[in-house]
């Protein structure tokens, strides 16, 4: 079965810093990309990043980078500069082709002032 | 970019009644569209599959008398509780994918109150 864990149900950050979000996704599929996804209060889900799995540079976007190792299957996000606006609840997710997405249980990240 | 628009936002009905939501993709067609629900500090849990013409598909344990759901057309999906009972109160959301995407454009979702 394909599966994504996120070990931290919850995380706090001070604003400013620096935080990483840990993700780990077995699949036996070779090719599949990988995604986070934000949710905010207003619950909607707003992507953050997303990664093929075939590339093997992280992918950036502004203040968002990913760790991605695929030999260990983790998809690390890590966030630089927090602000007050990134917290929100954070869904780490997988597809492959043909199949449907698989998503994890989601980190609870607090930005604190 | 892709945007998907979803309505309503916020639905309150009575016990035993129906309500319809709705799913649309704006500005490129959606061949496939996924319907989720998500109980409240949960993650997004799929419901159905469904594919522009055809028959939904339907994940295991979801009731396809209770959730409707029609793919009429390449921009419009809808999803239909039918009966609604309390344990329905939910939060619904629907994604839509084109041809070259992976279906990661969400609507804003609806929160459904059945009373």
């Known amino acids: 079965a394909q599966t994504v864990t996120q070990s931290q149900p919850e995380m706090s950050v001070q604003e400013a810093e620096t935080v990483t979000l840990s993700c780990t996704y077995d699949?036996?599929?070779?090719?599949?990309?990988l995604f986070w996804y934000k949710q905010p209060p207003s619950r909607q889900m707003i992507l953050v990043i997303r990664?093929?799995?075939?590339?093997?540079q992280n992918a950036t976007e502004n203040r968002f980078s990913v760790n991605f190792q695929k030999a260990a299957k983790s998809f690390s996000l890590k966030i630089s500069d927090s602000q007050l606006g990134d917290t929100a609840m954070y869904f780490c997710?997988?597809?492959?082709?043909?199949?449907?997405?698989?998503f994890g249980p989601g980190t609870r990240l607090s930005v604190l002032p | 970019g892709a945007v998907v628009s979803q309505h309503p936002s916020r639905v309150i009905c009575k016990s035993g009644t129906s309500v319809k939501i709705e799913c649309r993709s704006l500005?490129?067609?959606?061949?496939?569209m996924f319907w989720y629900r998500q109980f409240p500090k949960q993650s997004l849990m799929l419901m159905a599959t469904?594919?522009?013409?055809?028959?939904?598909?339907?994940e295991q344990g979801v009731e396809k008398d209770k959730f409707l759901i029609n793919h009429a057309s390449l921009t419009l999906s809808t999803l239909t509780v039918t009966s609604a009972h309390p344990e329905d109160s939910s939060f619904y959301i629907c994604?839509?994918?084109?041809?070259?995407?992976?279906?990661?454009?969400f609507g804003s979702g609806t929160r459904l109150t059945v009373v």
């Open positions: 990664q093929e799995a075939y590339k093997q």
């Open positions: 994604s839509a994918a084109g041809q070259a995407d992976y279906g990661y454009t």
């Open positions: 997710a997988f597809i492959t082709y043909g199949q449907n997405f698989v």
């Open positions: 500005d490129f067609q959606a061949t496939t």
């Open positions: 699949t036996s599929e070779n090719n599949y990309y």
């Open positions: 469904s594919n522009e013409g055809s028959k939904a598909t339907y």
